[in-house]
């Protein structure tokens, strides 16, 4: 079969089963996260065996440490795959939910009913718990997903879906709600993102070349993210104990994933006070800083070696490093920290660390970004920590979905109208 009939046929079968899906009890949807769960749990040591085959190939291709950290998969990642499913399990079904009834002088009463979108296109590279995220998330909601996984990531995908199979059979479910493109050509992608008789949404999780090539060629409306420019700013009135354990959080937990702060803001009147204790902890864990000529001036004086210290050119404050790499400015007081990041930031996650509620409300309300954070840490900026059980991925465009996706992000409104016999006069 060629790459185009078989997508058709994907396309088609995953048609047909949406609206089983879109009908299915929210007792039957949970039945089948909780039997997906209880068999990731089960075949851990077979979805270990799988990750290390495509590690393995992913090394001897050469794949770069970033790609690498996010195709791992471990035991405690296993078991957060099974608790993420958990999770959606446990949290209330959006689908049929009635919102906003009015009454109207006609007699009619109008409002809004949640519905699933239909059809969910998934193209990701690389994180295998995708395919577990992705799967727990479109069946909760009622949708049915098509799941294109990157190739350095077959062989765990793979075994993935054999769990969710057997999860959706467990619950009397179709199989083919969620489907695994077993075609790793390229040649698929674009079949699947120009499919608009069979996929409703697509959504695209990886690189930003990915992305932008994605949101160039499809037919069908996409939900997605570029990079992730995450920003923390240190306003005059942050507490520098708060400030310097929020910077290593956002900046050296991990550096390959899009909430990790990329670029720090320090107000002009604490950066003396405040930079040399950040900038000796951003050289202990081996971070280059490109940074401003104010902030070079104080961290030469404080001892930085030149050696961690590079001069910022322009494309650094726009710049997704995903390495450890930071770009650090002083600015002159919150208007200018606000105007650089609505400037530079890809509209993801920005931070602000203050004990001034007035200028930390000021931040919230006058940053255009997805999310907005007073006094803690950018790598929060994530479905799980939010409390969605788990994310589909990270929305920056101003649509429906915005920031991490969850199950209303995956879901619609039609209006809805109740009548006793009203006509139009």
């Known amino acids: 079969m060629d ?10 079968q995953a048609r047909s089963a949406s609206r089983s899906v879109a009908a299915a009890s ?10 997906m769960a209880a068999e990731i749990r089960a075949r851990a040591a077979q979805l270990l065996d799988a990750n290390a085959r495509d590690l ?9 440490p970033s790609m690498i950290d996010r195709l791992t998969l471990s035991a405690k990642g296993i078991e957060a795959m099974a608790v993420g499913l958990e999770q959606v399990a446990a949290l209330p079904d959006p689908v049929g939910e009635m919102t906003d009834l009015k009454r109207r002088p006609s007699g009619i009463t109008v409002g809004k009913m949640r519905v699933p979108l239909g059809v969910i296109g998934i193209i990701y590279e690389a994180r295998p718990n995708v395919t577990a995220d992705a799967a727990a998330l479109c069946l909760k909601s009622g949708n049915a ?7 350095e990531a077959l062989h765990s995908n793979q075994a993935i879906a054999a769990c969710v199979r057997a999860g959706l059979a467990a619950a009397g479910l179709p199989e083919l709600a969620i489907q695994v493109v077993e075609i790793t050509d390229r040649a698929a992608v674009g079949e699947l993102i120009a499919m608009p008789e069979f996929v409703d949404v697509i959504v695209p999780r990886g690189g930003k070349g990915l992305i932008e090539r994605i949101s160039r060629d499809a037919r069908v409306p996409v939900i997605k993210h570029l990079d992730g420019n995450c920003h923390v700013y240190v306003d005059e009135f942050a507490d520098p104990a708060k400030a310097l354990a929020i910077v290593e959080n956002a900046k050296t937990q991990r550096y390959g994933t899009c909430n990790t702060t990329e670029s720090l803001l ?19 864990k081996g971070v280059e800083v490109r940074a401003c000529p104010a902030t070079l001036a104080i961290l030469r004086e404080a001892g930085i070696a030149d050696s961690q210290l590079k001069e910022a050119v322009e494309s650094d404050w726009s710049e997704e490093f995903l390495a450890p790499i ?8 919150l208007d200018a920290a606000i105007e650089h990041i609505n400037r530079y930031s890809s509209g993801h996650t920005e931070a602000i660390v203050s004990e001034n509620y007035t200028r930390a409300m000021r931040f919230l309300r006058e940053v255009d970004s997805a999310s907005v954070m007073i006094n803690a840490s950018t790598r929060f900026a994530d479905g799980f920590e939010y409390g969605l059980g788990a994310e589909i991925g ?26 006793d016999g009203q006509v139009r006069g």
């Open 394 to 419: 990270i929305s920056t465009d101003k649509i429906h979905a915005r920031g991490p996706v969850g199950l209303e992000g995956l879901t619609s409104q039609k209006w809805i109208v109740f009548g």
């Open 326 to 333: 930071i770009a650090v400015k002083v600015v002159n007081g």
């Open 266 to 284: 320090v107000d002009a009147t604490v950066a003396q006070a405040q930079l040399p204790a950040i900038g000796h902890m951003l050289a202990g």
């Open 56 to 64: 393995a190939e992913a090394r001897a291709n050469g794949l770069e």
């Open 26 to 35: 929210t007792d039957a949807k949970n039945k089948a996260l909780l039997a």
């Open 145 to 151: 997903a098509i799941l294109r996984g990157g190739k």
């Open 3 to 12: 790459i185009k009939t078989y997508m058709q046929t994907v396309g088609r």
